[in-house]
């Protein structure tokens, strides 16, 4: 058999202007691309931590070398899975997601197909992804919007988590009137703020609040959800694929991320038991390059919304061949993720 490696960079990406949610703001993202290679072919994976479920770039960098050997054989993804799990049972999603995408996109390229078509997924049109404002000066909020808008752009998710949140929501529904508005809190209400807020976004015609309450308050989100006329969506909440089925009592939809779950067959899986429990289904994404974007891409085709605008918001993608037409992404069709290094 050929000899195989499997090798990592870490990069600091940027976004063209400060992001900021209910938790922080920041303008620099450590992410660390791994490639596996056999047999001529490659496959890439992107692993894009995030500090609220534990991961930083010194613990990818920690964890890789013990994570690394599970990819044996690409194609075995049930085997790569248990062996991953074997050294690290719940932690270090990204690490997993971007050792997974690398052994799915090495079996895509050695058959020469594009992942969606080697994992029989949907050729359908993507849902139309949501631009987001993030969270900041109300000032700086109202051009962010304004100019998503002259961009194009036809959704827009608006972060919030402060004590003017009414004010930033009336204020965005002013300033762009005829675009679906979304709104994510990012686990930053208190149930009684909630509740007084469903009446501020359902005046302004907002299509779903996304994780309105701290993650682990499922009874908060339950009695939440018997009140609202708008879509409840979790978010922080879900953290592993078997979270789905306890969701699925407090919440109307999930927010799919692969760097969250462990990678896109993780994904998949979590996509597929919540339409099993009667749930919506959002593909979402971090802040990460148009690889791990791509990734998403991939199978966003089967979901009611997408918010993969990830890279749109970065000012220095090292990956080029997405196709974006304001907030419509095109599904990927060149072999593998179908992004190429610039």
Known sequence: MDAMSVTWETRELHTARPFGIARWTHASYPRTFVTFAQGGVEGRGEAAPNAFYGETRGTVEAVLPLLAPALTDPWDWEGLRERLGAVMPFHHPSVKCALEMAAVEWCARSAGVPVWRLLGLSPSPLPESSYTVSLGELGVMRGEAREA???????????????????????????????????????????????????????????????????????????????????????????????????ANAFDGVNLKLAKLGGPLQALGALRLARAHGLSVMMGCMIESSLGIAAAAHLAGLCDWADLDGALLLGDDPFTGLKWEAGRLSRPEGVGWGVELK
Request: net charge negative.
């Open 149 to 247: 808008v002259a961009r194009g752009h036809g959704v827009l998710k608006v972060k919030l988590g402060t004590g003017q949140d009414e004010q930033i929501v009336e204020a965005l529904r002013e300033e762009a009137p005829h675009v679906a508005l979304r709104v994510d809190a990012n686990a930053a209400w208190t149930r009684h703020r909630a509740r007084r807020l469903l009446g501020v976004l359902e005046a302004a015609g907002v299509e779903f609040v996304e994780q309105p309450l701290a993650a682990g308050d499922l009874e908060g989100h339950a009695e939440l959800r018997r009140f609202a006329r708008i879509p409840v969506v979790a978010d922080e909440s879900l953290h592993h694929v078997s979270d789905v089925r306890a969701l």
